[in-house]
């Protein structure tokens, strides 16, 4: 009965410090990914989040090994059986694993960070999270697009703030009536007295064609990324009202109609004849 008894508590005491094993070993994992967290490491916030929590669930892994042990439990077959689980599982997980390994590579090579404003084919938004397994992005539209990190591999990746300034292409029209000269001089008059348009390289104004309706002009010129669409916005407001100050027209679409056989359209005056007879 005694070394029953004995046995017993052994047998707790094993389980008790399993448990702390365990509770310390996470503790530890917390600590160890808030202390990552804060300091001042010289990397992406995305790549800190990552070490971060793979660090934390390393720990952790270690802390249930060390309760194992101090349960006694044989582990040589347990991690026989966890290498046969880990083969099973890695042929039928593939996709994850190319969507871990897509991450892995996309957050080594810097293609995107947290906060850059991107478009993958015609999605546009702010990039929110880059995770092992998928990246997400804000879109200007305000939903949130989840893309697998393989996808975002996979495509043309346009980052506008990789960037210092980027370079806008706008086309206005102009009535076939008015001075071609002229309107180029006004607009480049506008782009002129505009603080944010880089004076190098130069802005230009050509010709670019003969529309339907009217002579299409060209107008490059440079911006600073920050900020780009407000000063777009500004300058074909300003554009335009600089034009009609000058009379210089902007037309709608026009089109002029040709009959084949002309429309016979008798007079009143002979109508009231031909009744009156």
Known sequence: MVSLFTLDLELIARIIAAIAAIVVAYL?????????????????????????????????????????????????GLLIAAGFAGIVVGLAAQQTLG??????????????????????GDDWGLVTSIG???????????????????????SKIYNYSKSIARRSNITIGISYDSNISKAID?????????????????????VDSLGDSAVLLRILFWVPTQGYWT????????IKEELEKEGIEIPYPQRVLWLKTPVKIESSDSSSNHESG
Do not use: C
């Open 28 to 76: 530890i994992g917390k600590l160890a990914e808030s202390q990552i967290r804060k300091a001042r490491i010289e990397a992406p916030p995305e790549i800190v989040y990552n070490i971060a929590r793979s660090i934390k669930l390393l720990i952790i892994v270690i802390g249930v090994f060390a309760a194992l042990s101090i349960l006694k439990v044989d582990l040589t």
């Open 99 to 120: 969507q871990l390994f897509a991450g892995v590579a996309l957050i080594v090579e810097g293609r995107l960070r947290v906060g850059d404003s991107i478009r993958i």
């Open 132 to 154: 092992l397994l998928s990246t997400r992005i804000r879109l200007w539209s305000g939903e949130v697009l989840t893309i697998p990190n393989s996808d975002v591999m996979s």
């Open 186 to 206: 006004v607009i480049k008059r506008v782009l002129e007295d505009k603080e944010l348009v880089l004076a190098v390289p130069e802005p230009t104004v050509i």
């Open 231 to 238: 000063v777009i916005r500004e300058i074909i407001r300003e």
